[in-house]
């Protein structure tokens, strides 16, 4: 057999899952960054919540308000929409809820960092469809979604405990309220959604593999 048609017969039996090089390099390196800094991420949240129970009044806490600002011509109105306030005489309620909203956050992003982790070294290894991969967009997805809305639900409600108590040492500026940001719970589908990418190319694989 003549080395043309050597190399045409190894590239036809090449898996076509396999990456480069360059790609394997570009893939683990996203993948030691985004788990260093998914890793940080987590374990602030929870040393947070850990040192915020023995000493509240270290960690500063955000109220929402609306505090006139003195203003001059040309403006029609002025005014801060927030106060950040360390206290020490805040309630075991309100400070249970801050503790709780750090907690359900941090383990929210250590989950997903660790599925994103295993779908990456699933691509490394030229195996990116496979049902453990499925199930880690699953996870991801979920801890996206509901360890966001667990966070921001509980930290508001005791944002709203806070400034119930502290109104009258801030001037009653404080208002009993909060936001809540949808972009995480719309990552969190969006992340749901890539499990049924990995469903059907698991799918396709199987059935390519089942012709040849």
Not at 62 to 78: D, F, H, S
Not at 158 to 167: D, F, P, Q, S
Not at 176 to 187: I, N, S, T
């Amino acid at each position: 057999m003549s080395p043309t048609n050597q190399r045409r017969d190894a590239g036809r039996s090449r898996p076509d899952s396999e990456i480069g090089r360059a790609d394997r390099i570009a893939v683990t390196a996203i993948l030691i960054v985004g788990g260093a800094l998914g890793g940080y991420i987590a374990g602030s949240g929870l040393v947070t919540a850990l040192f915020r129970l023995i000493d509240p009044a270290r960690f500063p806490i955000t109220l929402l308000a609306k505090i006139p600002v003195e203003a001059g011509p040309g403006v029609v109105e002025a005014h801060g929409d927030s106060l950040v306030v360390m206290a020490d005489s805040l309630s075991s309620g309100a400070v249970w809820c801050f503790v709780l909203a750090d907690l359900f956050g941090a383990v929210g992003v250590g989950l997903a960092t660790a599925a994103f982790a295993l779908v990456l070294v699933r691509i490394v290894h030229r195996k990116p469809f496979h049902r453990t991969a499925t199930a880690a967009s699953v996870v991801a997805g979920c801890a996206t979604i509901f360890g966001s809305m667990l966070s921001q639900s509980v930290g508001g409600f005791g944002r709203m405990m806070a400034a119930t108590e502290l109104g009258p040492s801030l001037g009653g500026f404080p208002e009993p309220a909060f936001l809540l940001e949808p972009l995480p719970v719309v990552v969190g589908f969006g992340i749901l959604a890539l499990a049924y990418v990995f469903q059907a190319g698991e799918r396709l694989q199987r059935d390519t593999e089942g012709l040849v």
